[in-house]
């Protein structure tokens, strides 16, 4: 089997705030926000995969979170299954790290959002010989959330279920001061929530495995997620 060289490195009811059961996956600590944290995830994740069976690339650190978090709550353990979850940095290096890991006689699949389709299409077709349909995508192991993987888990756990999160965390004051600025007052809940949620990369990061568990607990698991952990 291939090698990646170090130099590759470079790229029922839930009931809220209880302890989580999960930690950050490798990039818990102070770092976990900085401006190195994907380069430093991306970089553990590639020291796995010469020995996986598996390797899922999604965009971000949250993705990789979410679908490490979710696994847990289906009662797996990925690092035993030898399946990898490489968050690349954003879709448009999907290409690069498609081309990277092509050696690697490793199954392949993705998670994205609905705005970077287009990039995995684009990366995919450079390596099948053809761009490759929505169900194609799919058949290959690449799912798409819509809008984005926080939209997708709103929706799964409802407003008022976010809501309540929002409060256990502390964080119901400061969502509540967003929704009443003039560019937010009178938007949809959901949207309202999802602008929150983006608007800090703890938040964000925190409330991946937050809202995973919850939609866990209701068996509302998104079906990019369902399906992904499924075809893995």
Known sequence: MATIRRADTSVGRHTV?????????????????????TLLATARALAKVDDAVAVVLVEGISDQIALETAAVG????????????????????????????????????????????????????????????????????????VDDLEDELIRAVG??????????????????????????????????MRRFLGSGSRRKLRYARLLVEAAVVRDTLPRPLDALLTAL
Request: proline share 7%; net charge positive; hydrophobic share 35%.
């Open 17 to 37: 705030g209880r302890r989580p059961r999960v930690s950050y996956p490798d990039v818990s600590g102070p770092d976990v926000s900085g401006p190195d944290a």
């Open 74 to 145: 289906r009662g797996r353990d990925l690092g035993a299954e030898r399946i990898v979850i490489v968050p690349i940095g954003g879709a448009h290096a999907i290409g690069r790290f498609l081309t990277m890991l092509g050696p690697l006689q490793v199954r392949l699949a993705g998670l994205c959002d609905l705005r970077e389709e287009e990039l995995f299409r684009r990366g995919l077709a450079a390596r099948t010989g053809s761009t490759p349909t929505r169900t194609d995508l799919e058949a290959l192991g690449f799912h798409v959330c």
């Open 159 to 192: 407003t008022v279920e976010v809501e309540a999160l929002f409060e256990s965390q502390g964080d119901l004051g400061s969502f509540r001061s967003m929704r009443n600025q003039p560019a937010w007052r009178g938007r949809r809940p959901e949207a309202q």
